[in-house]
C-alpha cells in the first residue's frame, strides 16, 4: 500500500504543481521549458509506474474491504458511466466537435468520470484511494483551470461529422477495454 500512496503522492503532486502557477513559472525561468517538461513527464511516468506497481502489489496481497457495493444496482450505472469516460477521452484528442465544446475540459471529465465508476463497483481500501484521489484531483484540477480563466475547447454548433468519429471511436475503446480488462488488469470488467 506503501508504494500506491508513494505514486499518487508523486504523481498528483506534479500534476497540482501545474496549477501553482507562480510556483512553476518560477521554476520554468530557473530551468528553462524543456528541462521542466522533460522533469514533470519524468516525475509523471514514475509515479504512474508506483501506482500501477503498488496496487498490483496491495490486490495481491488481499483486499482490504470497506464496503460491499450492490452490484445489481451499481454496475451497470458504473459500465454506462465508463463508456463515457472513454468518449470523453476520445473527444480530448479528437478535432473540434460538439461533444468537446459541451465537454470543455473533456480529459478532466474522463478521469472524473472513470474514476466515479470505479469507485461505484470496488469497495476496497485500495480502490477507494486510488480512485477517490483520482477523481479528488479531477475536480480540483477543474476548478483551478475555471480559476485561471482557461476556457477550454472552442465552441462548435451542431453535431457533425467529428461528433460521430468521436462517439465511434469511443465507442469501439470501451469495448476493447471490456474485453481486454481481465488480461490487462486481472479482473473481469463484468
Known amino acids: 500500500m506503501e508504494l500506491l500512496i508513494l505514486g499518487l503522492l508523486l504523481f498528483l503532486g506534479v500534476h497540482i504543481f501545474t496549477t501553482l502557477r507562480p510556483a512553476r513559472s518560477a521554476v520554468i525561468g530557473r530551468l528553462g521549458e524543456g ?3 522533460g522533469l514533470y513527464s519524468l516525475a509523471s511516468a514514475v509515479g504512474l509506474l508506483f ?6 502489489r496491495y490486490r495481491s496481497t488481499g483486499y482490504i474491504q470497506v464496503w460491499n457495493p450492490p452490484f445489481a444496482l451499481l454496475h451497470p450505472i458504473a459500465l454506462v ?12 484528442y479528437a478535432p473540434p466537435s460538439r461533444i468537446k465544446s459541451l465537454l470543455r475540459h473533456p480529459m478532466l471529465v474522463a478521469v472524473k468520470v472513470w474514476a466515479l465508476s470505479h ?4 469497495g476496497d481500501l485500495g480502490s477507494m484511494l486510488l480512485f477517490g484521489s483520482l477523481l479528488a484531483w479531477a475536480v480540483y484540477d477543474r476548478i ?10 472552442p465552441k462548435v454548433e451542431g453535431f457533425g461529422r467529428n461528433d460521430l468519429i468521436v462517439l465511434a471511436l469511443g465507442t469501439v475503446a470501451y469495448l ?7 488480461s490487462l488488469i486481472g479482473v473481469a470488467a463484468v
Open 144 to 153: 483551478a483551470v475555471k480559476r485561471r480563466g482557461d476556457a477550454g475547447a
Open 81 to 92: 458511466l465508463l463508456w463515457f469516460a472513454f468518449v470523453a477521452l476520445v473527444a480530448t
Open 176 to 182: 476493447a477495454v471490456m474485453w481486454l480488462h481481465e
Open 119 to 122: 469507485l461505484l463497483v470496488n
Open 35 to 37: 528541462p521542466y517538461k
Open 51 to 56: 501506482i500501477i506497481w503498488g496496487f498490483s
